[in-house]
């Protein structure tokens, strides 16, 4: 499976962007798939997931309430809504995918090529 990102880009602090995650081949009903982004000098980080089949999901704490992240089976595509960003938002943001609804990046696959999402304030 490959995946790609895309939607990034630059917004005012207070804005919404919109990223997606593009699968080539439908996943199975148990896979997960996580976001996830790094910042410049810090390692990656939890972001966010969503479990294909159930929809259950998953959030950092630090986007909790401000981003939602939902999924289209038939398009084979996930999505992660945005709100209300933030300066400290500012990363390369990148999709995976997993089996279980990890936190812990070392448990995700098929990582994409990544999406930039700058926050300026």
């Known amino acids: 499976v490959q995946l790609v990102e895309s939607g990034g880009g630059l917004v005012q602090a207070g804005g919404s962007l919109r990223l997606s995650c593009a699968a080539s081949?439908?996943?199975?009903?148990?896979?997960?798939i996580g976001w996830f982004r790094q910042a410049p000098g810090k390692e990656r980080e939890f972001v966010a997931a969503?479990?294909?089949?159930?929809?259950?999901?998953k959030y950092a704490a630090s986007v909790k309430d401000r981003f939602i992240v939902s999924r289209d089976n038939a398009k084979n595509t996930v999505y992660l809504q945005m709100n209300s960003l933030k300066p400290e938002d500012t990363a390369v943001y990148y999709c995976?995918?997993?089996?279980?609804?990890?936190?812990?990046?070392?448990?995700?696959?098929?990582w994409g090529q990544g999406t930039q999402v700058t926050v300026s304030s």
């Open positions: 995976a995918l997993g089996s279980h609804l990890s936190v812990d990046p070392r448990d995700f696959r098929s």
């Open positions: 969503v479990r294909r089949g159930a929809g259950t999901t």
């Open positions: 081949e439908r996943t199975y009903s148990s896979h997960v």
